[in-house]
Nanobody
Framework: QVHLVESGGGLVQAGGSLRLSCAASGRTFSNYAMGWFRQAPGKEREFVTAINWSGASTKYADSVKGRFTISRDNAKNTVYLQMSSLKPEDTAVYYC??????????????????WGQGTQVTVSS
């Protein structure tokens, strides 16, 4: 079992920045991949970014490339999502997810076994 708790969401103006955190407990954190997904009202959950077990490999959706950065601190059992140059279309509930069967970067929701409760990010224009 893995328990995930996100924090750091909120309301920000367009062009601003936010940093989300996701604290994990349960299995050895450094053994598995992590990802961030988001879901806007009326839309399906979509991939944002993912990171491998060590943090050496990452992948980003085209819509956030160059603006968002994922990182992890295995000593703190935490994964981060630094979001900059935020746009109104980034407004969504953001979820972190753990893919305990994988050490490599995973892009598909089906590869993730555990999900956090989500944190709301709202970007005003």
């Amino acid at each position: 079992q893995v328990h995930l708790v996100e924090s750091g969401g909120g309301l920000v103006q367009a062009g601003g920045s936010l940093r989300l955190s996701c604290a994990a407990s349960g299995r050895t954190f450094s053994n598995y991949a992590m990802g961030w997904f988001r879901q806007a009202p009326g839309k399906e959950r979509e991939f944002v970014t993912a990171i491998n077990w060590s943090g050496a490999s990452t992948k980003y959706a085209d819509s956030v490339k160059g603006r968002f950065t994922i990182s992890r601190d295995n000593a703190k059992n935490t994964v981060y999502l630094q979001m900059s140059s935020l746009k109104p279309e980034d407004t969504a509930v953001y979820y972190c997810a753990a893919g305990v069967s994988w050490r490599t970067v995973r892009l598909d929701t089906g590869d993730y076994d555990y999900w956090g409760q989500g944190t709301q990010v709202t970007v005003s224009s």
